[in-house]
């Protein structure tokens, strides 16, 4: 089955940039998303078709892509974006998260 | 204001079934492909299932496939959820998303719901 491999957690003080990858082989054939979840709350879109930001994130938040890995980076990261940060992407008919990965920001 | 509001949670035995809702405003339901996700405790997200704008077509995960049926009614702005033989390990918060666009597997999610607890246990 397809899968999504992210680092388990990243730290990153404020005001630092902060790099979160995911890997998967079929990343390079289709544009991955990123959510990010806060504590008890649900998760938001912020970053799809692998390099585009919805209405309402941020500028800091941008994503790239390079071979078969995706990458999310929140650039002056604040204390506010301290939260869960998911992958997605899809497969013929399967959609897939990658495990998750836990920004601290100290 | 886009909302997605789940309900139909709670607790349910091994083998049991629930039935669960996504009631939407907001947005125009009927050109939107719809989606669960669920989060077990303390866990990731785990793709559940997608259905398209039309209700035409639908596409599950391998671990719900035969037991969950999605479905959903334009006319009522509603999403469905039925979930039948249901197991330990289906115990999780369920969140329904929609796509703006029509293809439940190809566009991103853009907003979800606050999410709704299944607890499966005797």
């Known amino acids: 089955s397809y899968e999504l491999t992210q680092p388990p957690s990243v730290s990153v003080s404020p005001g630092q940039t902060a790099s979160i990858t995911c890997s998967g082989d079929?990343?390079?054939?289709?544009?991955g998303c990123w959510y990010q979840q806060k504590p008890g709350q649900s998760p938001v879109l912020v970053i799809y078709?692998?390099?585009k930001r919805p209405s309402g994130i941020p500028e800091r938040f941008s994503g790239s892509n390079s071979g078969n890995t995706a990458t999310l980076t929140i650039s002056g990261t604040q204390p506010m974006d301290e939260a869960d940060y998911y992958c997605?992407?899809?497969?013929?008919?399967?959609?897939?998260f990658g495990g998750g990965t836990k920004l601290t920001v100290l | 204001e886009v909302q997605l509001l789940e309900s139909g949670g709670g607790l349910v035995q091994p083998g049991g079934s629930l039935r669960l809702s996504c009631a939407v405003s907001g947005f125009t339901f009927n050109s939107c492909a719809m989606t669960w996700v669920r989060q077990a405790p303390g866990k990731g997200l785990q793709w559940v299932s997608g259905i398209s704008a039309s209700g035409g077509s639908t596409y599950y995960a391998d671990s719900v496939k035969g037991r969950f049926t999605v479905s959903r009614d334009n006319s009522k702005n509603t999403l469905y959820l039925q979930m039948n033989s249901l197991r330990g390990e289906d115990t999780a918060v369920y969140y329904c998303?929609?796509?703006?666009?029509?293809?439940?597997?190809?566009?991103?999610?853009?907003?979800w719901g606050q999410g709704t607890l299944v607890t499966v246990s005797s």
């Open positions: 997605q992407a899809w497969d013929s008919s399967t959609v897939v």
């Open positions: 078709q692998g390099t």
């Open positions: 079929k990343l390079g054939n289709n544009f």
């Open positions: 998303a929609q796509s703006q666009g029509g293809q439940p597997i190809v566009d991103p999610f853009d907003y």
